[in-house]
């Protein structure tokens, strides 16, 4: 069964595109969010497995909708990956503190970087130039 994810961020081409790619490289985007009330309704009507969170949305924050996503539901809610265009490190400290899985850059969006995060790898930007090349170096 395919992970069924929500998008949140303020950019509607970007959340196109990200849905675009993400279904045609096998997940399911079950649905997409503005703002941070869009993403919490949206995530009780549509029990997603999974939410990718703009770190920046508009007025709010990612990290908080990252928070209420996680806390709304009475399960522990979706797993929650924070993306973004800025680099990890201009929030690194942010990131550590959310109950975020993980960090993807808008950049590295892939099907493959959300299961690596989502089975607790990290992205391939990660790990050694050796080990991307080959799994054993």
């Known amino acids: 069964m395919s992970t069924r994810v929500l998008i949140v961020d303020d950019n509607r081409p970007f959340l196109e595109a990200a849905r675009a790619l993400l279904e045609r490289q096998g997940l399911s985007v079950v649905g997409v969010a503005l703002t941070v009330a869009e993403a919490l309704r949206r995530a009780g009507e549509l ?63 892939s099907a493959d970087a959300i299961r690596r995060i989502l089975n607790g790898r990290p992205p391939l930007r990660h790990l050694p130039r050796c080990a991307r090349a080959a799994p054993r170096c």
């Open 47 to 109: 029990q997603p497995d999974l939410a990718l969170v703009d770190i920046m949305l508009a007025e709010e924050s990612g990290f908080e909708c990252a928070r209420d996503l996680i806390e709304h539901d009475r399960d522990g809610g979706p797993a929650v990956i924070l993306i973004s265009t800025h680099a990890e490190a201009d929030f690194a400290d942010l990131i550590a503190e959310s109950p975020a899985r993980g960090f993807l850059p808008k950049s590295e969006l």
